[in-house]
């Protein structure tokens, strides 16, 4: 079993900065992969950016330039820096941790509030 839980969420005003942690506990291994999907209200969850075990990254075309994902992989912990936020920002942001053979696991989510 996998534990994600993340932190940092909050309301900043457009162009601010954020940055988001998701600290992962239970059984994790060096072939996962890790990421953040978003949610806002009446949309569908949608993926963020990911990274890869070996350390390939992909972004939201929405987000590219702006949003950074890294790890420390000695405090399991996965980041995502937001640069440049912007009111189509805001969502609820999970946390993703994916097998190698597919089983996925989400954190509870943090709500990042952007306003104009």
């Excluded at 601010?16 to 600290?23: F, I, K």
């Excluded at 990274?51 to 972004?59: K, L, P, R």
């Amino acid at each position: 079993q996998v534990q994600l839980v993340e932190s940092g969420g909050g309301l900043v005003q457009a162009g601010e900065s954020l940055t988001l942690s998701c600290a992962a506990s239970g059984s994790i291994f060096s072939s996962d992969a890790v990421g953040w999907y978003r949610q806002a209200p009446g949309n569908e969850r949608e993926l963020v950016a990911r990274i890869t075990s070996v350390g390939n990254t992909n972004y939201a075309d929405s987000v590219k330039g702006r949003f950074t994902i890294s790890t420390d992989n000695a405090k399991n912990t996965v980041y995502l820096k937001m640069n440049s936020l912007k009111p189509e920002d805001t969502a609820v942001y999970y946390c993703t941790l994916v097998r190698i053979w597919g089983r996925t696991y989400w954190g509870q989510g943090t709500q990042v509030t952007v306003s104009s």
